[in-house]
């Protein structure tokens, strides 16, 4: 069955370092790849969408890679601050208007 | 902007009852519209795809007869929980596609919490 893995625990970090976020996935072959932000009694915020045909996506502090062999995408956060502080989803899809599915997500912590 | 709203945020009500939730898109139409729920430090767990016009898709294991779900509009669906017992106790949240864009990301309402004591 499809499965999708990230960090279940909580991710600490000193802020101004880069937080590295990990999404694995098992049983699936998306077309694509987003990362939503969520905050506590909140609904998710979309971030980034990388294709599978695309290797690294930026945007300002923000950069997702995505390796089909390996099966992962890498979340990256650099010069992170409190204000990162979150739980992060990754989200597969495969295309057109169908539905994604969501991993479990990992909490993050920007220690100040 | 694409914001998504949903009414009520928060709402109780007693063993039996229907409670109906609003999401609506306010600044762009959505041909999809998404319904998922969420247990506390657990993934979202997705419940239905409303497309507008035509009757939802439920996911294997949600009751399509207890969770109703009205697309009318293209900004506009709604869910309704009939006859809700404690265990729907949940955080309900929607999100929306922007229709005609090709564009595959969603956008989340803030969600609503049903306690049904």
């Known amino acids: 069955s499809q499965k999708i893995e990230q960090n279940s625990e909580a991710l600490n970090i000193q802020e101004g370092k880069t937080a590295t976020l990990t999404c694995n996935y098992t049983n699936y072959s998306p077309a694509y790849l987003q990362w939503y932000r969520q905050d506590p009694g909140r609904g998710p915020v979309f971030l980034l969408l990388?294709?599978?045909?695309?290797k690294e996506k930026r945007k300002e502090r923000l950069k997702v890679t995505f390796d089909t062999t390996l099966k992962q995408s890498l979340f990256h956060i650099t010069a992170s601050q409190p204000a990162d502080s979150a739980t992060y989803l990754c989200a597969l899809g495969s295309g057109g208007y169908q539905k994604v599915t969501f991993g479990t997500g990992t909490k993050l912590q920007v220690i100040p | 902007g694409a914001v998504v709203s949903q009414h009520p945020s928060w709402v109780i009500c007693k063993s039996g009852t229907s409670v109906k939730i609003e999401c609506r898109s306010l600044d762009f139409q959505a041909t999809t519209m998404f319904w998922y729920r969420q247990f506390p430090k657990q993934s979202l767990m997705l419940m239905a795809t409303s497309n507008e016009g035509s009757k939802a898709t439920y996911e294997q294991g949600v009751e399509k007869d207890k969770f109703l779900i009205n697309h009318a509009s293209l900004t506009l669906s709604t869910l309704t929980v009939t006859s809700a017992h404690p265990e729907d106790s949940s955080f309900y949240i929607c999100s929306a596609r922007k229709s005609g864009t090709g564009a595959y990301e969603q956008y989340f309402g803030p969600g609503t919490r049903l306690t049904v004591t």
């Open positions: 990388i294709r599978e045909n695309e």
